[in-house]
């Protein structure tokens, strides 16, 4: 079981959104590259739809194992 507040690990192929690290060592395009596009605003369009996304509740487990 995870403590509260920790997250699971998701693999980095899989997730939606990736730190300019993370993107730069996925995609093989340069950290600099990332931050240049970022600071153009060459990827706004991208933030606006990760925004528009429903969020997912995550399902509660008690103690005893029965579903909240």
Do not use: C, Y
């Amino acid at each position: 079981m995870h403590a509260f507040g920790q997250k699971e690990a998701v693999p980095l192929a899989d997730r939606l959104s990736l730190s300019p690290e993370e993107a730069s060592a996925l995609t093989g395009i340069g950290l600099t590259s990332i931050r240049q596009a970022i600071n153009d605003g060459k990827l706004d369009a991208l933030k606006a739809w990760l925004k528009t996304l429903p969020r997912i509740a995550k399902k509660v487990v008690s103690e005893t194992g029965s579903d909240q």
